[in-house]
């Protein structure tokens, strides 16, 4: 019943009810993607891991590697600059 499309189209995609592919997964995808193997390694991390923490993390690679804010809010998609301040300000390096 699924069938991928070489060559086409996003690596990770949703599904939807009927299981026919859309073109990329959701948020609450990603999230529920996470939760597994986070119960599976049995991780003590509050609040757990999102496709957001991914986000932020990227932001933070970013700052410590040098890049400007502009690249930094262009990369994580953010068009507010008080936005990616507030992530990167509550992080201590």
């Known amino acids: 019943m699924l069938q991928a499309i070489a060559g086409s189209g996003n690596i ?4 939807t009810p ?15 993607i996470l939760k ?4 599976e390694a049995d991780l ?6 999102t496709g957001h923490s991914f986000r932020v993390g990227r932001a933070l690679d970013l700052l410590n590697e040098g890049d400007s804010l502009p690249k ?3 990369q ?3 068009s ?6 507030r992530y990167l300000r509550a992080w201590e390096f």
């Open 44 to 49: 003590a991390i509050e609040p757990s891991l």
């Open 12 to 15: 990770l995609r949703g599904l």
């Open 72 to 74: 930094i809010m262009l």
């Open 18 to 32: 009927d299981l026919s592919l859309n073109d990329k997964l959701c948020n609450a995808s990603v999230n529920n």
């Open 80 to 85: 507010a600059e008080s936005t990616v301040m």
């Open 36 to 39: 597994r193997p986070q119960a």
């Open 76 to 78: 994580g998609g953010w």
